[in-house]
């Protein structure tokens, strides 16, 4: 039983002329790059020909998650803030949402990298202090720091939404390859009990099904709630910061 | 060979007090196992006493099991590093 868990792999590596490495492309930029193609194919399909009154699917559909996102905006922001944030968070969602999914399709989960989490919660926090600088002015903003606590919930908050995101994204994904030993083991262990010996060559039979059912769960659910908290967190913070 | 022997010796005493570590680690999944267990409870006592607003507590139980969740997780971070990275075995100096 062989449990091989471990970060992205190195996909590009650009070599000095003396052998060294300069620089690498990790697998999850890869992967990053499928998501945004992936997305930015929708979004051309979904937002070519439009017309005033919907005739078609496509537009219906555009329209329809144009809404939810102002929808969502509207009710946990104000209606000010649609304009001005809708694009912001609705990119976050849909790479996050797709960057999670995409571990469906036998990729590796782009968020399972603490290094795509941590920019991303990067971005939220230069937008919330973009936001507190522009509402609130330099001098409030820096008189909220006269109580040293308020530093470190600043810091806290982004270093706490990379976090969480990584942790139950890969969590979710260590569990999957865990479970796929055990299984593959487990179908090994009744073989030899069976008697055929050599048990590499057989088809490990317990690996049917049962990763699906823990899959739902751990990719889909998992994925779908994080992202939706991500976005949730980001927008409570940039409206605290307009107050 | 004697100091090979010492050597293997003190690598075991680190992978397995790596192992307890991670177990230990994993206790800080309690907490968060019985608040998001509470705020779960609250939310099915809300929504039984007054069923027409699920729809707007639902969301919020969601959010705050997820933040709750953080404490659980960064044990579970913890963890994953202490059974998969070997931070200390660099200490032994090979």
């Known amino acids: 039983m062989n449990i091989d868990v471990s970060g992205p792999k190195k996909m590009l590596t650009w070599l000095s002329a003396e052998g060294e490495e300069l620089f690498s492309i990790s697998e999850s930029v890869v992967t990053g790059w499928v998501v945004v193609l992936i997305l930015s194919i929708v979004c051309y399909i979904l937002g070519r020909n439009l017309e005033m009154v919907p005739t078609t699917k496509r537009q219906c559909a555009a329209e329809f998650i144009v809404k939810t996102v102002n929808n969502m905006i509207e009710s946990n922001m104000n209606k000010d803030c649609v304009k001005a944030y809708a694009p912001f968070i609705a990119a976050l969602f849909s790479y996050i949402l797709l960057g999670s999914l995409i571990s469906l399709t036998g990729l590796r989960s782009v968020t399972a990298d603490i290094s795509v989490t941590g920019s991303l919660a990067l971005m939220v926090f230069v937008m919330i202090t973009y936001t507190k600088l522009k509402y609130q002015g330099l001098k409030n903003y820096l008189l909220s720091f006269v109580n040293p606590l308020n530093l470190i919930s600043e810091v806290a908050n982004p270093v706490a939404m990379a976090l969480r995101l990584f942790g139950n994204v890969s969590a979710g994904m260590i569990i999957g390859i865990i479970l796929y030993a055990a299984l593959g083991s487990a179908s090994g262990a009744v073989y030899g009990l069976l008697g055929f010996g050599a048990e590499e060559y057989y088809f490990n039979i317990f690996q049917i099904g049962l990763p699906a059912v823990l899959s739902i769960y751990f990719d889909l659910f998992s994925g779908v709630i994080q992202s939706y908290v991500f976005i949730m967190l980001t927008m409570a913070y940039i409206y605290m910061g307009r107050e | ?94």
């Open chain 2, 1 to 94: 060979m004697e100091n090979n022997e010492a050597l293997l010796n003190a690598q075991g005493m680190v992978l397995a007090g790596q192992a307890i570590g991670a177990g230990l680690a994993m206790i800080a999944g309690i907490g968060p196992g019985i608040g998001e267990g509470y705020a779960v409870g609250k939310t099915i006592e809300t929504i039984g006493r007054q069923p027409e607003c699920k729809g707007s507590v639902t969301p919020t139980m969601f959010i705050g099991c997820a933040v709750a969740e953080t404490t659980g997780i960064y044990g579970l971070f913890v963890a994953i590093i202490l059974l998969f990275a070997n931070p200390f075995l660099k200490f032994l100096g090979t």
